[in-house]
């Protein structure tokens, strides 16, 4: 019986439905903030409606977010608000971009070896 | 996805999360607050008008917390980021927080609503308001008890002024910290 001494890559802690780049910042500013509103998320993250509107379609399918509807006095708003679980994928999410930073840096930042003796020739 | 593309996204990441954390809650609002009112209050702690200086302490001392939490509660709700429901109950707790510090407000004011701003800042986790609130703190507890001030009359300067003169400074301190954190948020990186 033989067994994979080697861990598991970093990138198999990545999340389709989180790591994309916009649905990775709609979480981000969510687990700041508890929830935003439509316009706000829609003018930080410089996406168009129909954009962002797909994106938290896609998280609130996946039990990240949560979407309500109401008025702001008489002015109609839609708040997204992040999940419990949202935010366990979002630390998720997190950790495993630091594993695949830390992995690079042992990778490519390795100190240089030491010269040889003596003068060169 | 390798390394290079995992660092830019966590400091996009960082970037729209100091950003939110920003719209939130501004670090101007608490510390121009309490500029303001730490100026307006200076020319009563003279020794002639005690105790009008404890007074307006125990009064503007929990007003500017109520100000301030009224003034983050407005601003979420107009600019569309922010806690929400809940927040009454947490509201009712920062009042009766407030109303515990009465007392010490009265014997070490500025040493109690550093200690306010403090806490404001580790809620909000943020770094720039803890600063100026613990050096506002330092300088302040040790104001009231006159360590500042006497310095000042041991050097023949001041007087009888030497604290009023001490709180001027404490509130031009924080009025540089609140108008550099004003012009950091209206110019964000």
Redo the contacts between chains.
């Keep these: 019986m033989t067994s994979d001494p080697s861990p598991a890559h970093p990138t198999a802690g990545l999340r389709d439905v989180v790591h994309q780049r916009a649905r990775l910042g709609i979480l981000t500013v969510l687990g700041e903030t508890d929830r935003a509103d439509f316009p706000y998320l829609k003018a930080l993250l410089r996406l168009t409606d129909g954009n962002l509107g797909r994106h938290i379609e896609v998280l609130a399918a996946e039990g990240l977010v949560r979407v309500t509807k109401g008025y702001e006095g008489r002015r109609p708003r839609t708040w997204v608000e992040i999940t419990r679980p949202g935010r366990g994928a979002l630390a998720a999410e997190m950790d495993a971009l630091k594993q695949l930073v830390q992995r690079y840096e042992r990778r490519h930042l390795r100190p240089a070896p030491p010269a040889e003796n003596g003068p060169p020739s | 996805?390798?390394?290079?593309d995992?660092?830019a996204?966590?400091s996009?990441?960082e970037r729209?999360?100091r950003?939110?954390?920003a719209?939130?809650h501004p670090s101007s609002v608490p510390l121009l607050v309490f500029a303001y009112l730490t100026l307006f209050g200076a020319p009563l702690a003279v020794a002639r008008l005690w105790p009008l200086g404890q007074v307006y302490w125990v009064v503007a001392g929990p007003a500017g917390f109520l100000f301030v939490a009224w003034w983050y509660r407005r601003q979420q709700?107009r600019?569309?980021?922010?806690?929400?429901r809940g927040s009454y109950a947490a509201a009712g707790v920062a009042v009766l927080a407030v109303l515990l510090f009465v007392p010490v407000l009265w014997h070490s004011p500025l040493a109690a609503v550093a200690a306010g701003l403090l806490a404001m800042a580790a809620l909000q986790r943020n770094a720039y308001l803890a600063t100026f609130a613990a050096v506002f703190g330092v300088l302040g507890a040790l104001e009231d008890f006159l360590v500042l001030s006497n310095r000042l009359a041991d050097a023949g300067l001041g007087g009888e002024h030497g604290q009023p003169v001490v709180y001027g400074a404490l509130g031009l301190l924080l009025l540089v910290g609140g108008l550099v954190a004003r012009h950091r948020e209206d110019n964000p990186r």
């Design positions: 996805m390798d390394g290079l995992a660092r996204l966590l996009d990441s729209l999360r950003r939110a954390r719209d939130r709700a600019s569309g980021v922010g806690q929400g």
